[in-house]
Nanobody
Framework: QVQLVESGGGSVQAGGSLRLSCAAS????????IGWFRQAPGKEREGVAA???????TYADSVKGGFTISKDNAKNTLYLQIYSLKPEDTAMYYC???????????????????WGQGTQVTVSS
């Protein structure tokens, strides 16, 4: 049974930083495509960043330069480092895992089979 558990969210002021974590069990981050998504109130879920088995990363244009995705294969954990947070970054952040080592579009939610429960990030101005 695959489980993804996010942590690290919180309430921060604009300009602050956070590191989100996603602990995986029942699957291995080294062998499958994994990513981060977010959903703000009243908006659709959007892909933020994804990372392939070889470590190649993909980012949404809206977060390039401000977000870094990484993974620790030994800890079976996915991370999302967020720098210079803005109020528009306020959302529930989810990690997701595909059941394949490759997906055509890592920022598309339909590519992923397994989802965590999310961790809330709230940024105040």
């Amino acid at each position: 049974q695959v489980q993804l558990v996010e942590s690290g969210g919180g309430s921060v002021q604009a300009g602050g930083s956070l590191r989100l974590s996603c602990a995986a069990s029942g699957t291995t981050v080294s062998r499958y495509y994994i990513g981060w998504f977010r959903q703000a109130p009243g908006k659709e879920r959007e892909g933020v960043a994804a990372i392939a088995t070889d470590g190649a990363a993909t980012y949404a244009d809206s977060v390039k330069g401000g977000f870094t995705i990484s993974k620790d294969n030994a800890k079976n954990t996915l991370y999302l480092q967020i720098y210079s947070l803005k109020p528009e970054d306020t959302a529930m952040y989810y990690c997701a895992a595909a059941d394949s080592w490759y997906v055509p579009n890592g920022l598309r939610s339909a590519e992923y089979k397994y989802w965590g429960q999310g961790t809330q990030v709230t940024v105040s101005s």
